[in-house]
């Protein structure tokens, strides 16, 4: 398999790839782990003229707390998310979901800021993130936006993301002390991207619900927070009867995808499944 | 249109202009004519063109050869410890265990196995199987190959503990 | 030295592959090769208007372009078909033409339309987008059943209705008489699902004319290199045989999708004359699953007719087989001969009749993939029986076992005729069962699973006996039965001057490890080091003729035939060995690499007689120098591998997800020769079987486009998804050949499918679940858990 010609750009810093993005235009496209885009561009799916490579950004691989913050680069590849104390620490449900994504070849390639830019729906981090409330940094030729994840991530491979920009850094409040956190996934048998995956996020207070965030990837044809299971949470006991009760109202109006893999029917069922399972995981 | 770049590949330096859409595996097989790794698929699914950069397992056919510039390359070629022809322990346990029967897959999965094990040198069956979660093989029911791979482990531990 | 048979021998060829230093064709470069892309209809059904290749011919490094009416043209017959079935009626079965490149109308999704051959494989890729190619779109149709409707879109015009060829084997009338007799009757409607082969190395080849020689050499990714050669050179190109050679190098995998000659081979082999330089073809995965033969593809109905006692009185089966746009090289030999002749099973049924009907759909061929014909016959059969098992509340291994055809040993007792045309060889079929259970223990398992239930746990157990047709073929029989080549296979034993031994075989390995096995039964022939045998296959220039690898038959034909030169070799060496020694033959035994005269010490080695073989100095006066003797051998029968198999789930209740929690094949293979090997054949079939049963399904859209042709969509097995297996065996000898082997390669992948089937079906019986469509994804699970008023159980 054989892509189309194109030229090969690598950038050093953001400060290089944006100028890069700002000369090439249209035409280019950003490299980062390259397992979404080089597959596409062998198939002739997708047919760049400019090929911009940030995988070599040293200033953008980094995973650090600031504070309350934590910051993950958007260079930083799923096995760095994954073997990151400070995520398993303070975000334990985003290590936990950066360890299931592919394989672990394509753990050591893929990364962050490239997941989140293709916008594919059936990719793992959105749940994560959604249920953390994070945000994302991007940065372009006039200066820096930060967009809440909610509001960046608009549908079916589609971002806020102006042409003009890329993603540097994601970054969220690290989870309280008192909250627990996990990701589960059903898994798309050949891809092994997600037919469903639920991130849940929930503290816990004297038996009783104080917070629970709670969001969906590949449900739908973009990550979503499940606000109906969240506030069938909040403030109940802490039981399997609350969890129970809460989740059957899971993708309440929400157009469930469909594919060869899982019927509609049956994807919103595992939604139910699979909440359940992260719910019980947690409380 | 030619590239140059440097790569040092099972411990030899090499310099080459490549065409910035050329494959790191393509890299390898037609220009460096190491062909012990191999294409099985289009979409980075089968895990046959796996080696290692810097260190790390990654799939030669989703990286371009531009991208290996002034990087370290591992391939099967690469795995006998003295470069002499004696075996890797990963080698010998798949010749042991019969963990191949065709081949075709078998660098990968010895490249893969062996960044496994960097990570993990006692791994359990289901972490075995786990790691080679990216490397198909359509010949051996993975059944030799988990033994192969135990049978690796064991030895290389062996030899830590003795030398 | 020597008693190499039984041993588990390390293999010795693994040193080149686990070293990256194998040779498969796509890693063979030759001076001056330029490299082929071949541009191909994104439609499953289509008029083509017109091609321009203007453009593409213009761009710089593009070496040549030639298109279906290049071909035509040149008067190049398509691709032929190897096997011949007749209609009911007596009139042959519809053969259209299969054309190495499409001119007007393209019948599958993939169908050749044009080859550009270019400086690099960049340019040839590069050039083929600038082929501007003009359809018209038709309907189309995938499914067999569908096609044989009233109304469907026709494939070709000569063979109306879509019909192939309709045929039949077995006692209609008995066999409608027995059912009506019969006090129950289990009867299934069920799709045999369509599967792609998927060998790991995609399939290539080169050609290279050598204009100063007008020689031809194609190396190609090939279970049969000689086959090829034949079928090429005498019904596609129509070039002198002697004048061509083939080589198949090391392959990776086959599972018989690397049996059938392909338009490709013939097409780098003829472009290479024209342009006088080496063509290069290698397949891209999205393009092997559009043109590789796909596997299976049948939908039956089935009967079994049982009497009060639980004994089946009759087997009423009707099956349509999906053929493709175009008959493949075995093609029509897998729904009929390979699996209407199946239908004995193990079973004493006095009344068999299978209707089948052969259909050609808009889609690529579908041909013998791994058991081909025999694990459909083997999934009907199993499937019937568990599920009569269930309907008339009797164990279903007990039912198996009561209706076995007694033991019998193929010498002192004749061997087993079926109604459906077989004779099989020897069988001894309720230890397999037996041990299976035992292994598996049968009723510590009922206990778990009733305490897992009461967990609410899902935990099942199936069963699946069966029985091949292995060591393929008395050259009689199958040309009795439409094959149009003969099945035996040839040899060559050659001993170097220095004793050491090269053997040259038609039989092809593409992982089965022949290098290995064929050299224990030559050491153990010759009393000989292992180390002192090498194998030689694949290439038609080194070895005499071959018909190479499927069908399970390289040990039992290709095997016995080596037996048959050593043999040779042996009555020649003992007359050598009498002259030295100053004897009569009649005086010596060999044994040990030794001719020794009983009863003394007096002894002359293997390597002495070898020497004095090629150094005749002193030599019996009547017979010939040298020690090189070569062979065919036609087997007298099939061969007749049992065994049984039974796999143990977990079903997750809430998903419908199955776990394969264990899995335990005991097979009967008759004599082994390295233990190693058939376990690992073993292995490797039960996970290809699994992967029909829970993973594996070609899809088609309403027009017959591929729906998942990538890895990202079709789904195979994974390491992590499958257990360690349990293996164990019987031996019951083959009567009818020298090893007494039987064949190991295709028992996993046809007794395994059933038997996990069967354990889904067990596992789900509180959910008054029948059957369930393969693959058995977790939706298909779980809306069978949620059918038959079962809502949330």
Redesign the interface.
């Known amino acids: 398999?054989?892509?189309?010609?194109?030229?090969?750009h690598?950038a050093g810093t953001v400060a290089d790839a944006l100028k890069l993005l700002a000369e090439c235009g249209d035409d280019a496209k950003i490299?980062a782990g390259?397992?979404s885009l080089?597959?596409a561009m062998?198939?002739?799916l997708n047919q760049p003229e400019h090929?911009i490579?940030i995988?070599?950004i040293s200033e953008i691989r980094y995973i650090r707390c600031e504070g309350n913050s934590l910051r993950v680069g958007a260079g930083a590849t799923h096995?760095d998310i994954a073997n990151s104390s400070d995520v398993q620490s303070h975000m334990p449900m985003l290590a936990e979901t950066a360890a299931l994504i592919?394989?672990?070849?394509?753990r050591?390639?893929g990364t962050m800021g490239g997941v989140l830019a293709h916008a594919d729906p059936a990719a793992d981090y959105p749940a994560a993130l959604l249920a953390a409330d994070a945000e994302v940094v991007v940065q372009g030729p006039g200066g820096e936006r930060i967009i809440a994840l909610e509001n960046f991530l608009l549908g079916l491979f589609d971002t806020d993301l102006a042409e003009n920009e890329i993603i540097v850094e994601v970054r969220m409040n690290i989870s309280p002390s008192n909250a627990k956190s996990t990701y589960q996934k059903?898994m798309q048998?050949?891809?092994?991207y997600a037919i469903v995956g639920c991130a849940a996020m929930v503290t816990v207070d004297q038996g009783r619900i104080s917070d629970a965030k709670v969001a969906f990837s590949s449900v739908a044809e973009k990550a979503f927070r499940a606000r109906e299971v969240e506030n069938a949470l909040k403030g109940q006991e802490a039981s399997e009867a609350t969890i129970k009760a809460a989740v059957k109202n899971a993708v309440n109006g929400v157009e469930v995808l469909s594919d060869?893999?899982?019927?509609s029917e049956?994807r919103g069922?595992?939604a139910k499944?699979y909440a359940e399972r992260a719910l019980k995981a947690v409380i | 249109m030619g590239v140059p770049i440097q790569v040092t590949v099972n411990g030899k330096p090499y310099k080459a202009e490549v065409e910035p859409r050329q494959l790191l595996v393509h890299f390898l097989r037609d220009t460096l004519r190491m062909t012990g790794t191999h294409v099985g698929c289009d979409t980075s699914s089968c895990g046959a063109c796996t080696i290692h950069m810097n260190g790390e397992a990654v799939k030669s056919c989703t990286i371009l050869a531009v991208q290996a510039d002034g990087g370290e390359i591992k391939t099967i070629e690469g795995m006998s410890p003295d470069g002499n022809g004696t075996l890797h322990p990963l080698q010998e346990g798949f010749k042991e265990e019969h963990g191949l029967q065709c081949g075709f897959c078998t660098p990968g999965m010895i490249m893969a196995a062996d960044a496994l094990l960097k990570e993990n040198p006692n791994p359990s069956e289901t972490e075995i199987r786990h790691a080679l979660e990216g490397n198909f093989c359509r010949c051996t029911g993975y059944h030799n190959i988990v033994k192969s791979i135990q049978y690796a482990a064991d030895k290389m531990r062996k030899e830590v503990t003795h030398g | 030295m020597a008693n190499y048979i039984g041993k588990p021998v390390k293999r010795v060829e693994d040193k080149r592959f686990i070293t990256g230093k194998g040779k498969y064709t796509d890693d063979i470069v030759l001076p001056n090769m330029s490299y082929a892309y071949i541009l191909r209809s994104p439609y499953a059904h289509a008029t083509i208007n017109s091609v321009d290749i203007s453009a593409a011919q213009a761009m710089d490094g593009v070496v040549a372009i030639f298109t279906g009416a290049d071909i035509a043209e040149a008067g190049i017959s398509g691709v032929p078909c190897g096997w011949q079935v007749n209609f009911k009626n007596g009139d042959t079965m519809k053969e259209p033409p299969h054309p190495l490149l499409v001119k007007d109308k393209s019948l599958h999704v993939g169908d050749g339309v044009a080859v550009v051959i270019a400086e690099s494989k960049e340019i040839a890729r590069d050039a083929a987008d600038l082929i501007e190619v003009e359809y018209d779109e038709h309907d189309a149709v995938s499914n067999p059943a569908d096609a044989l409707k009233d109304g469907a879109p026709l494939v070709h015009a000569d063979a109306p209705g879509n019909l192939a060829f309709d045929w039949e084997i077995g006692d209609k009338d008995k066999t409608d008489a027995a059912m009506a007799a019969a006090h129950h009757i289990t009867k299934l409607e069920f799709v045999n699902q369509r599967v792609v082969p998927n060998a790991i190395e995609p399939r290539a080849a080169i050609g290279d004319y050598d204009g100063s020689r007008d020689h031809y050499t194609l190396y190609t990714s090939s279970q049969n290199p000689h086959l090829i050669r034949l079928l090429m050179c005498a019904f596609v190109l129509g070039l002198p045989e002697h004048k061509v050679r083939v080589v198949s190098p090391d392959v990776g995998g086959g599972f018989g999708s690397k049996i059938f000659h392909y338009a490709e081979e013939a097409l780098v082999t003829w472009a290479s004359k024209q342009i006088g330089r080496p063509v290069k073809w290698t397949a891209d995965r999205s393009e092997a699953f559009l043109t590789d033969a796909h596997g299976r593809d049948h939908v039956t109905t089935a009967e079994l007719g049982l009497d009060t006692e639980g004994n089946f009185v009759g087997l009423r089966v009707n099956t349509v087989a999906n053929m493709g746009a175009y008959l493949s090289t075995f093609a029509p030999a897998v729904p009929t001969y390979l699996h209407g002749t199946l239908l004995q099973g193990l079973y004493t049924t006095p009344a068999i009749h299978i209707d089948l009907k052969a259909a050609f759909t808009h889609t690529n061929a579908v041909d013998a993939y791994r058991g081909a014909g025999r694990p459909e016959a083997t999934f009907l059969l199993e499937r019937l029986v568990e599920t009569a098992a269930i309907e008339i509340g009797m164990d279903p291994a007990e039912l198996r076992i009561k209706n076995f055809i007694p033991p019998f040993d193929g010498v002192e007792e004749p061997g087993y005729q079926t109604q459906v045309a077989l004779q099989y060889d020897s069988g001894n079929y309720e230890p397999v069962v037996r041990k299976a259970m035992e292994m598996v223990g049968y009723d510590d398992f009922r206990r778990e699973q009733a305490a897992a239930k009461a967990e609410g746990r899902l935990l099942g157990i199936g069963f699946s006996t069966y029985i091949e047709a292995c060591g393929i073929a008395p050259s009689a029989v199958v040309g009795a039965l439409g094959a149009r080549a003969g099945l035996f296979e040839s040899s060559q034993v050659r001993v170097q001057p220095t004793g050491k031994v090269s053997v040259y075989t038609g039989s092809h390995s593409h992982g089965q490890g022949h290098e290995t096995t064929f050299a224990q039964v030559v050491a153990d022939q010759f009393g000989i080091a292992l180390e002192d045998v090498d194998i030689v296959h694949g290439d038609s220039d080194a070895v005499a003729f071959g018909m190479g690898t499927y069908g399970s038959r390289s040990l039992a034909v290709g095997g016995s035939a080596i037996v048959k030169s050593c043999q040779k070799v042996i009555e020649k060496g003992a007359k050598i060995a009498a002259h030295l020694l100053e004897v009569s033959e009649e005086d010596l035994e060999f044994a040990g690499g030794s001719w020794t005269v009983k009863g003394t010490d007096k002894s002359v080695g293997f390597g002495d007689v070898a020497l004095t073989a090629y150094v005749p100095h002193n030599y019996p006066e009547d017979i010939e120098p040298g020690l090189d003797f070569s062979s065919f051998y036609d087997p007298k029968n099939f061969t007749y591998p049992f065994g049984c198999h039974i796999c143990v789930v977990e079903i997750d209740p809430d998903t419908g997800k199955v776990d394969v929690k264990r899995f335990v094949a005991v097979d009967d293979v008759g004599n082994i020769i390295n233990p190693m090997i058939v376990e690992g054949q073993i292995h490797g079939g039960v996970a290809q079987g699994i992967g029909q049963a829970l993973f594996e399904e070609v899809l088609y859209d309403d027009n017959a486009s591929l729906l998942n042709g990538s890895y990202m969509d079709y789904t195979m097995p994974r390491a992590d998804d499958l257990p360690m297996f349990e293996v164990g065996n019987t031996v019951t000898p083959c009567p009818h050949n020298p090893l007494g082997v039987k064949g190991a390669g295709e028992a996993g992948c046809i007794a395994a499918t059933p038997a996990v089937v069967n354990a889904v079906v067990d596992a789900l019986k509180d959910y008054n679940v029948k059957d369930i469509r393969m693959p058995m994804t977790p939706e298909r699970v779980w809306r069978a858990m949620h059918s038959n008023g079962n809502g949330h159980h």
Do not use: E, Q, W
């Open positions: 398999m054989i892509t189309t010609a194109f030229s090969y690598k490299l390259g397992h080089i597959p062998k198939l002739r090929l490579d995988s070599g096995a592919g394989d672990p070849a394509v050591n390639k059903f048998p050949a891809s092994r060869h893999f899982a019927s049956y069922h595992l499944v």
